[in-house]
């Protein structure tokens, strides 16, 4: 008996992409008005989009990311530092994934 291989016939990825879009627009409101808890929060929400596609090493950084937040979240100024970085962090993440922003090599022009 022959088994039979199921394709999806629906790729999530633009659904995705929509939904990281979203949530990046959500933390430039909350880091732009100072609702830093928000914008973490956010960005956690983006970590669960990135996550099941993420490296080894990734969730121990990520982890790492929130141990650091606990720690500071009384010091509002060591605390926005933090997020800038995480938000750098998942933003690479999302790049290295090829869900961000895309970049052509040299050799592609010719």
């Not at 880091?31 to 914008?39: D, P």
């Not at 596609?53 to 933090?82: C, R, S, V, W």
């Amino acid at each position: 008996m022959t088994e039979e291989i199921i394709k999806s016939v629906y790729n999530a990825a633009i659904s995705q992409l929509y939904r990281l879009d979203q949530l990046w627009q959500k933390c430039h409101l909350y880091r732009n008005s100072g609702q830093l808890m928000k914008w973490n929060y956010t960005m956690d929400s983006i970590w669960t989009e990135l996550g099941s596609d993420a490296g080894e090493n990734h969730p121990k950084e990520f982890e790492d990311f929130m141990t650091i937040i606990i720690e500071n979240k009384d010091n509002k100024g060591k605390l926005y530092q933090i997020l800038m970085n995480k938000e750098i962090w998942l933003r690479k993440l999302q790049n290295y994934q090829g869900k961000g922003t895309a970049y052509e090599e040299e050799d592609d022009f010719e």
